[in-house]
């Protein structure tokens, strides 16, 4: 997993960040289903399902903004947007990083 975390890190420096956040997605969805057996009919409900066994640099709502990024890109769909702040380049890369910090906890966390 830190291997994928890496490639989406790598995306994201090479000027790539929907790139990054599309692969930042996965490795969520991996993790929660492979590392954390949260059960759930979509990205969602795994993640509410998981949220006792989290990590503390992984908390739900950081989870639930990767999901709703994502779905944003993934989808093509902004006016599906789920209430997210239209971000201007620099606050994607903020966002990025930190998002990148959270998924480490997430996969660092795991037991």
Not at 82 to 99: F, T
């Amino acid at each position: 997993m830190l291997t994928n975390l890496q490639q989406a890190h790598d995306a994201f420096v090479f000027g790539a960040p929907h790139a990054a956040i599309a692969l930042m997605r996965s490795i969520l969805e991996a993790v929660l289903r492979d590392h954390y057996a949260a059960k759930g009919k979509d990205l969602e409900e795994r993640i509410r399902n998981a949220r006792r066994r989290l990590p503390p640099g992984a908390n739900e709502g950081a989870l639930h903004r990767l999901r709703k990024l994502a779905n944003v890109i993934l989808h093509l769909d902004r006016q599906k947007d789920e209430g997210l702040i239209k971000m201007d380049e620099v606050r994607l890369e903020k966002e990025v990083v930190s998002l990148l910090f959270v998924l480490r906890a997430l996969i660092e966390g795991v037991k």
